[in-house]
T-cell receptor
């Protein structure tokens, strides 16, 4: 799991409620990412971070926000969850430079009812 | 995004060598080619990465022709535990932060 812990592993929530997913790494790596995975779409990048308080949008960022107040934690927030955000969410890190491989956590399965 | 094209699925018998080819016609000069493996209910796992020619590690080989517009992942003597989805990625040439995963190749190893 490359020293990555995602929490919670499973969550069911209702439409319109806020949800925060946490990604915690133990190795102080600079780059962290949030992806979502849906059938027929592979993995798509939501947001990424290249340092504390440095974040940027990915391909599917609408409806999501992120925060990184310390190196080890990268939080993904759904301000008002919708059914279209039902998905499996993966956090990833890069251990070295920008061309080094991604290492993923085991995912959070989110269901919005 | 630098997009990739892979076969949707492949079947192979146990013990055979499997080659999965990926097309990436618009790969940029600075892009690396990276392959990942994913099992159900798990995150993708890094297999191998290369820039040109051939790279080999303990689990796979990666062949990249001179024009770099394609690459081939070679898995020697597959076993049932190699049944998974395999993704080929290239960087987008602007810092490699936004990588196109696509839907990958679903490899099924048959006893």
């Amino acid at each position: 799991d490359a020293g990555i812990t995602q929490s919670p592993r499973h969550k069911v929530t209702e439409t319109g409620t806020p949800v925060t997913l946490r990604c915690h790494q133990t190795e102080n790596h600079r780059y962290m990412y949030w992806y979502r995975q849906d059938p027929g779409h592979g993995l798509r990048l939501i947001h990424y971070s290249y340092g504390v308080k440095d974040t940027d949008k990915g391909e599917v960022s609408d409806g999501y926000s992120v925060s990184r107040s310390k190196t080890e934690d990268f939080l993904l927030t759904l301000e008002s969850a919708t059914s279209s955000q039902t998905s499996v969410y993966f956090c990833a890190i890069r251990r070295q430079d920008i061309n080094s491989p991604l290492h993923f956590g085991n995912g959070t399965r989110l269901t919005v009812t | 995004l630098a997009k990739t094209t892979q076969p949707i699925s492949m079947d192979s018998y146990e013990g055979q060598e499997v080659n999965i080819t990926c097309s990436h016609n618009n790969i940029a000069t600075n892009d690396y080619i990276t392959w990942y493996q994913q099992f159900p209910s798990q995150g993708p796992r890094f297999i191998i990465q290369g820039y040109k020619t051939k790279v080999t590690n303990e689990v796979a080989s990666l062949f990249i022709p001179a024009d770099r517009k394609s690459s081939t992942l070679s898995l020697p003597r597959v076993s049932l535990s190699d049944t998974a989805v395999y993704y080929c990625l290239v960087g987008d040439g602007t810092g490699a932060n936004n990588l196109f995963f696509g839907t990958g190749t679903r490899l099924t190893v048959i006893p």
